[in-house]
């Protein structure tokens, strides 16, 4: 087996797990790359299935997420006095668990990523992931989310703006166990801008996101 180098895992990072080659979220044409800087391998052989059905994931409930022990993802403002806005903040936290989940490897075939992504979103998602497994690395440390805020557009649709701190969070060897730990810096903080489309069955799914690593808003 060919051992990884320490760069490419250098190159790996993981909150942008959903976050590369997205469109903005006012629908605008043209995708944008921003730094990535974590990856994972599904670790299965298995690759995340690129147009899961949601009608037949609603038909059996939500899909179950869990990640793996060492790896926590912290989601702050939660709750406020709307039940529409809490649902997206919940929804809107399910799909970076999930994709997290599909990377790590507790979730191998993603169900869960079909389940709250779609559009370009979810082409994004699953590119991502395959990256991770074409890597061999998985997920560790912590990662907080906060200063999330949801504007509702309509009864069906919302952005939700959001910060990642991923001071803590580093890409790991599954082969070795080596930690690709890197300094804290203004680059370890990313801002994330999302759009979510309600479906029929109540599931706010992120359709659109984009990142930008290093913003001024996200600095602790």
């Given at each position: 087996m060919i051992r990884r180098?320490?760069?490419?895992?250098?190159?790996?990072?993981l909150t942008a797990v959903g976050a590369l080659t997205l469109?903005?979220?006012?629908?605008?044409?043209?995708?944008?790359?921003?730094?990535?800087?974590?990856?994972?391998?599904?670790?299965?052989?298995?690759?995340?299935?690129?147009?899961?059905?949601p009608s037949s994931s609603a038909e059996t409930g939500r899909p179950e997420i869990e990640l793996p022990s060492d790896l926590r993802l912290t989601f702050e403002d939660g709750?406020?006095?709307?039940?529409?806005?809490?649902?997206?903040?919940?929804?809107?936290?399910?799909?970076?668990?999930?994709?997290?989940?599909?990377?790590?490897?507790?979730?191998p075939v993603g169900e869960a990523v079909g389940f709250y992504n779609r559009g370009r979103a979810l082409d994004a998602a699953v590119s991502w992931v395959g990256q991770f497994e074409k890597a061999n690395a998985t997920l560790t440390?912590?990662?907080r989310y906060f200063d999330r805020k949801v504007a509702l557009k309509?009864?069906?649709?919302?952005?939700?703006?959001?910060?990642a701190d991923e001071s803590k969070g580093f890409?790991?060897?599954?082969?070795?166990g080596e930690v690709a730990k890197t300094p804290v810096s203004r680059n370890s903080y990313v801002l994330y801008n999302t759009r979510l489309d309600k479906t029929s069955?109540?599931?706010?799914?992120?359709?659109?996101?984009?990142?930008?690593?290093?913003?001024?808003e996200c600095q602790a």
């Amino acid at each position: 087996m060919i051992r990884r180098r320490p760069a490419v895992l250098a190159a790996l990072s993981l909150t942008a797990v959903g976050a590369l080659t997205l469109s903005a979220c006012a629908g605008a044409d043209s995708a944008a790359q921003k730094d990535a800087k974590a990856g994972a391998d599904t670790g299965s052989g298995a690759s995340v299935s690129p147009r899961p059905s949601p009608s037949s994931s609603a038909e059996t409930g939500r899909p179950e997420i869990e990640l793996p022990s060492d790896l926590r993802l912290t989601f702050e403002d939660g709750t406020t006095r709307d039940a529409v806005k809490d649902a997206v903040l919940a929804d809107s936290a399910e799909r970076m668990r999930a994709v997290d989940a599909a990377i790590a490897g507790t979730d191998p075939v993603g169900e869960a990523v079909g389940f709250y992504n779609r559009g370009r979103a979810l082409d994004a998602a699953v590119s991502w992931v395959g990256q991770f497994e074409k890597a061999n690395a998985t997920l560790t440390g912590e990662v907080r989310y906060f200063d999330r805020k949801v504007a509702l557009k309509d009864e069906d649709s919302a952005v939700l703006t959001f910060c990642a701190d991923e001071s803590k969070g580093f890409s790991k060897d599954k082969a070795t166990g080596e930690v690709a730990k890197t300094p804290v810096s203004r680059n370890s903080y990313v801002l994330y801008n999302t759009r979510l489309d309600k479906t029929s069955d109540g599931v706010w799914q992120t359709s659109q996101i984009l990142s930008t690593r290093g913003a001024d808003e996200c600095q602790a």
